[in-house]
């Protein structure tokens, strides 16, 4: 079983929609929770932190529940250059652990 | 500040042959990771260091040497280069290894 896991994709969704997102981990000694964006080709980049009171950056929510070991991320009123790989990240010790990624695309 | 450098962006191999993949940061970090990442699949972590002098092994290090002489640099090295090991290759940065680790852009690297 891989430590990190999240919902395979692709999603494809239509401009202005609502996706989610879905990861869960399953050691329970991880200590933080990210979601990186990757574009194709190119390098992942923190796209938030993930804190178990929830956070919200624009239009994106994340939420942690450590009970389930479960993390989510929520993207309102998609745009065209939402269009990426969402990957799912955990810490522990001084490593990430990277989930495979979910992509998503947006269409027009 | 350029980040996190990576050189080369691309290179072919024969089997057997090997290589040195460069890695500079120039953000005083303290920690340097390598990854690898296959296809449709997320990063795997190669080797990591702590500081100068100080490397561990990843997940993935068979295959793979490192070393970190100096804060900036930190190399990865190929010997006896296998098909299994076409991958893209990221190094990356923290400062403390608890906060964000930023990346490079990258080394494609195909062995036929």
């Known amino acids: 079983r891989k430590e990190v896991e999240q919902d395979p994709g692709p999603f494809n969704v239509p401009e202005g929609a609502t996706v989610a997102f879905n990861c869960t981990y399953s050691?329970?000694?991880?200590?933080?929770f990210f979601w990186y964006r990757q574009d194709c080709r190119k390098e992942p980049k923190l796209l938030m932190s993930?804190?178990?009171s929830g956070n919200e950056d624009g239009r994106f929510t994340a939420q942690l529940n450590r009970a389930s070991q479960y993390i989510s991320l929520l993207i309102r009123d998609s745009k065209l250059s939402d269009s990426a790989t969402y990957l799912c990240v955990v810490k522990r010790g001084g490593k990430l652990i990277f989930g495979q990624g979910t992509e998503l695309s947006v269409k027009p | 500040n350029a980040g996190v450098t990576q050189t080369p962006k691309f290179r072919i191999l024969k089997i057997g042959q090997s290589m040195t993949l460069q890695c500079t940061q120039d953000m005083n970090h303290n920690y340097m990771y390598w990854y690898r990442q296959d296809p449709g699949m997320g990063l795997k972590l190669i080797y990591y260091s702590v500081g100068a002098g100080i490397t561990d092994k990843g997940e993935v290090p068979n295959g793979y040497n490192v070393s970190r002489s100096t804060t900036e640099d930190f190399p990865l090295r190929l010997e006896l280069a296998a098909p299994s090991q076409t991958s893209v290759y990221f190094c990356?940065?923290?400062?403390?290894?608890?906060?964000?680790?930023?990346f490079g852009p990258g080394t494609r690297l195909l062995v036929l």
């Open positions: 990356a940065s923290s400062y403390l290894g608890w906060e964000t680790q930023y």
């Open positions: 993930v804190y178990s």
């Open positions: 050691n329970s000694a991880s200590q933080s």
